[in-house]
């Protein structure tokens, strides 16, 4: 126990047990499916969420691991815990950065509200960096102002692979292909009807800046039918506006590989990306450079100053 603390310390992370639990630590493989009681709070000791009163009603944190759920901080510590612990985690700011969206996602499932509401036309890290409101004061001033937080969980149940039903949401492309039956002629037809209506359906996320959803949906699609143009081509768009620069142009020649007629199309998106990224770059740079002006001016006062008496 000792060696782990040691090597959670080394990640930013602090643990302190508060009631050890009951057997041996657990085998926690993806695809392992934990619940949970958690507290977060401030490291003044202001509560910001607690799944025991959250919405007036008790309801403990459910998660698949290995699934990418985004606090990924929460699988990094319950696979240190046993069933039956309460412990403590203060987690440094590099883990929390996103806690103020996943805060607001559960605060909208406990009131029975859609878990995406208020973040449909942003990306998760454009909100972070970005003056959007999430509808909460405790939230906003969290989002404006990262810091370390606090997370008091207490580990109630852990069920490993294959003795759960997995919901749709939470399974694989294989699990679904496996769950839906692919091989029945009947499916197969439905599938055919259903997937130019999910194309258009990205294309409207596309404009609505819903990128990660297209990148899943367009990804299911070309699991099944590995020479969707469409799909590549909509997955390409989506990775450029999300930075994923070498996905983008992978799937962008893969368009080009399928239908060469595409090819001027393809290359007007490549054009935009790379304006984009130049824009990126230059505004980065100006950012960095304005911030070591000012560090410079700092340093060239302190030193007109003599350590001594205070005079020049």
């Known amino acids: 126990m000792e060696e782990l603390a040691v090597k959670l310390n080394s990640e930013g992370i602090q643990k302190r047990v508060i009631s050890p639990g009951k057997g041996d630590l657990p085998v ?3 695809g392992t499916k934990v619940s949970f009681h958690y507290r977060t709070t401030l490291c003044d000791g202001t509560v910001l969420d607690d799944s025991r009163s959250m919405g007036g009603k008790s309801r403990p944190m459910e998660l698949i691991l290995g699934k990418k759920f985004k606090l990924p901080v929460w699988e990094r510590v319950v696979i240190t815990m046993r069933e039956g612990e309460m412990a403590e985690f203060t987690c440094d700011t590099k883990h929390t950065a996103l806690y103020p969206l996943v805060s607001q996602s559960l605060r909208n499932i406990s009131v029975g509200k859609d878990p995406l509401q208020g973040q449909r036309h942003c990306c998760g890290i454009a909100q972070i960096h970005s003056h959007h409101s999430l509808g909460h004061q405790d939230l906003d001033n969290l989002q404006a102002n990262p810091q370390p937080l606090v997370f008091t969980l207490e580990l109630l149940q852990v069920m490993p692979p294959g003795s759960f039903r997995l919901d749709t949401w939470a399974m ?3 699990e679904k292909l496996e769950a839906e039956r692919p091989g029945d002629e009947a499916w197969v037809r439905l599938d055919e009807m259903i997937t130019p209506l999910l194309l258009n359906y990205c294309q409207c996320q596309i404009m609505q800046g ?3 959803e297209v990148l899943d949906h367009c990804s299911s699609i070309l699991y099944k039918y590995e020479d969707n143009v469409k799909a590549y081509f909509k997955r ?7 930075w994923n620069e070498a996905e983008a142009r992978a799937d962008f020649a893969k368009v080009v590989e399928l239908d060469p007629s595409l090819e001027p199309s393809v290359a007007r998106e490549l054009r935009q990306m790379e304006e984009r990224i130049r824009a990126k770059q230059k505004e980065e740079k100006g950012r960095y450079k304005s911030l070591f002006s000012h560090s410079g001016t700092a ?7 003599s350590p001594v008496d205070g005079k020049e």
């Open 210 to 212: 819903q990128y990660y």
């Open 236 to 242: 390409g768009k989506a990775h450029s506006a999300v």
């Open 172 to 174: 694989s492309d294989e």
């Open 28 to 30: 926690f493989p993806d």
């Open 299 to 305: 340093s060239t006062t302190a030193s007109t100053v």
